[in-house]
């Protein structure tokens, strides 16, 4: 019975620390959410030169997409949510390449037949979808309703998604039609290009630290942490919406 009493107690103390380290680390995080907030802004200075530009400028288009994608800190948080379990690089692609669909096919269409969604909504459904797949990675969907979503339909989906939130933007800089198509599919490859440079910064950082014991001891407080920049994003956009 002494055996059993000091097992829950040292249970309970496991769970309380392991909560605390989780809060720990999200009040470190805090800094990045409230960049996370304005992830999608584009600098005033590229704003500036998409506004005056006419005519086809594809290299410029280039460096802006990759330049937006590797700033994009939601875009990233989702990307590591999607790889964070995944080892062979055969699924990584399989992953990146739904995402890398969805997320062209709504940002070429929404430019170009001008469908906007208005930018909080947009960018609070892409702070869910991070929360999404902080929950899915620790098994939440399947404890409380018994069920496993569908992966990669929902990366699929969450790409689109993403895609008209970079869209709504680009709609709001009036870009010239003057060579709107090829600046765009430019901007496009820049955007994959970026999202190249972030997935491989992700997993050489990702391979060192599967490689320790502290991996699997860290996992869970690493994707509340995670769940909670969604949450903040959430929160900021859905504040802005009302105060706008």
């Known amino acids: 019975m002494h055996h059993t009493s000091r ?48 005519g086809v400028h594809l290299l410029p288009f280039v ?10 800190y939601d875009h990233i948080l989702f990307l590591l949510g999607v790889i964070f379990f995944l080892y062979k690089l055969k699924h990584i692609g399989i992953y990146v390449s739904l995402f890398a669909l969805g997320h062209s096919t709504t940002m070429l269409l929404g430019v170009y037949f001008n469908i906007g969604i208005n930018s909080y ?12 797949k902080a929950l899915d990675n620790l098994g939440a969907f399947q404890r409380w309703f018994g069920v496993q979503p569908d992966s990669k339909a929902a990366t699929l989906v969450f790409g689109f998604l993403h895609g008209f939130g970079l869209s709504t933007k ?24 970026g999202q190249l440079l972030a997935l491989a910064a992700i997993l050489i950082i990702m391979s060192y630290w599967r490689r320790t014991d502290s991996f699997f001891r860290h996992a869970y407080t690493a994707n509340v942490v995670m769940m909670t920049a969604g949450f903040v994003l959430i929160g900021y956009q859905i504040t802005g919406w009302f105060v706008a």
């Open 121 to 132: 909504i947009i960018d609070a459904i892409i702070g869910f979808s991070v929360v999404y």
């Open 63 to 72: 460096y802006l997409g990759a330049k937006h994608m590797v700033t994009g």
């Open 7 to 54: 097992e829950v107690r040292f249970g309970v103390r496991a769970s309380l620390t392991r909560l605390v380290h989780s809060q720990g680390l999200a009040l470190l995080l805090l800094p990045l959410t409230v960049a996370t907030a304005f992830a999608h802004a584009v600098a005033e200075g590229d704003k500036g030169y998409i506004q005056e530009i006419t």
């Open 170 to 193: 680009i709609i709001e800089y009036d870009i010239s039609p003057d060579g709107l198509v090829p600046n765009l599919l430019a901007f496009n490859v820049g955007v994959e290009i």
